[in-house]
């Protein structure tokens, strides 16, 4: 099972369960909290029915008044049920007056009724809320109208009728409501409680889902940039993430960076070595004839080959330690404002000796004044190492040319020679450390091959100044583009 479904059906678990569990307690609590308020609203109508009733139950029982039926407090709680209502509580409508009211003596007769079947000479002592209030208690009850019918419940709440003064109970009043008058605003509050947290869990599963796929996403970003880098080329940019994917996406990145440098190193290793094989071989055959008897013309010639190898196995190390500290660089070490064509000029000035031993000329076809922000010396270097290889692959009496341009955000030259050039197939390769083509014997003495760190220090140089080393065919020869970023005007 993939982690994202894996992820959702566990967050979908706890959300799904929370809410069921929240809304069952919840809607567990509607009906009893309705009943409670119920309960507490009857208590203080039959307390203040209660206390109405102390004058005709003192006339009463003093037997100078008339019966409780005919009092002008029985008339008053008919004229009660008989009002008209039509009331909107919070959308809903109420259109009846539902308090059902009797009163009853000291010992439990029912006296007064307002209920649809009076029970006007009953014997209620017996029921809870009477018998409660009589023995000084809090009387309350719920019973059925109808025995086996739930819906029927009617709650009853009582309050003693009290002698002013002595607080002689007097009798008994009580309230009565039915439940079904406030079942409909227990199922509209469960509906609406019921709605709501199905609305809530509906949002909490899209959150689920959001964040789900945040994560798979975020993911397979870290899976795609870890099996980039297992298959190699180019430099893959760390993808950018929050929290604590983003410590893992980093750690990710500096294991790649110790990884890659250590095959770095591998593969530097084995290449210097075989490359250092070709000069250290001529070194060990001339030393060896120079240690026995040879004719002066040998003896200078062996001697000329060692000092030649020599200072081949020196240039290759310098070029090694160039290149190697550019490439631990992420920056130009020491970028100033300057104007390129006086840093070429430079380069040109010191290439003048060999210029004229190969009898080559210069020719500018386009040279612009640029001025950017970057490394004299680095520039230099790449500079004088893209000369070196046209000087290497131009015919003798032939001519270099020089561009040297300004383009939108960027500050171009290139050198064209006249050689053989080189096979478009292996473009690509050049720049890269020891790849090197063959030089024509014209080039370089005894032709052969170079060890292309000239080039893969240019190529290092752009890439620090933000720009690149491009390679075009001149037939005959090769173009090489160098560009560097530039916002210069």
Partial sequence: MKIGLRLFLAFFLIAGLSAFFILRVILAEVKPSVREVMEDLMVDSAHVLAALAVDEMQAYEQGRGQPLAQTRLAQQ????????????????????????????????????????????GQDYSQWRDVARVLRGEYGARTSQSVQGDPSSHVMYVAAPVL?????????????????????????????????????????????????????????????????????????????????????????????????????????????????????????????????????????????????????????????????????????????????????????????????????????????????????????????????????????????LELRLWREPGRACFSVRDHGPGVPALVWAQLGQRFFSTARPAYGNAGGGKGSGLGLAIARQVALLHGGTLQFEAAEPGLRVIFTLASHST
């Fill in 163 to 399: 002698e002013p003064g002595s607080g002689r109970t007097l009798g008994v009043l009580t309230v009565a409501k039915p439940l079904a008058t406030v079942q409909r605003f227990i199922d509209r509050a469960e509906q609406r409680i019921l709605f709501a947290g199905l609305s809530l869990l509906g949002l909490s599963l899209l959150i689920g889902v959001a964040v789900t796929a945040w994560l798979v996403l975020t993911v397979r970003r870290l899976r795609d940039y870890a099996q980039k880098v297992q298959a190699g080329g180019e430099r893959q940019a760390v993808p950018r993430v929050s929290g604590e994917l983003g410590e893992l996406a980093q750690a990710m990145d500096a294991m790649r960076a110790r990884l890659e440098g250590r095959e770095h190193i591998e593969q530097t290793v084995r290449a210097l070595t075989h490359e250092l094989k070709s000069p250290l071989a001529a070194l060990r055959g001339a030393g060896e004839l120079l240690q026995e008897e040879l004719a002066p013309a040998d003896r200078q010639r062996f001697a000329t080959q060692v000092v030649e190898q020599t200072e081949r196995l020196r240039e290759l190390v310098d070029r090694m330690l160039e290149l190697s500290k550019l490439e631990l660089q992420s920056a130009p070490a020491h970028p100033e404002r300057l104007q390129l064509e006086q840093v070429l000029q430079r380069v040109l000035d010191r290439a003048e000796p060999r210029l004229s031993q190969r009898g080559l000329q210069l020719q500018w076809l386009q040279r612009e004044a640029i001025a950017l922000q970057a490394d004299p010396e680095q520039l230099e270097l790449a500079l004088s190492n893209l000369l070196g290889n046209a000087l290497d692959f131009a015919p003798p009496g032939s001519s």
């Fill in 77 to 120: 709680l008919r004229e009660y049920a008989q009002r008209p209502v039509d009331a909107q509580i919070w959308g809903l409508r109420k259109q009846s007056l539902d308090f059902r009211i009797y009163l009853t003596d000291a010992q439990g007769q029912v006296l007064l009724d307002t209920g649809e079947q009076p029970a006007v």
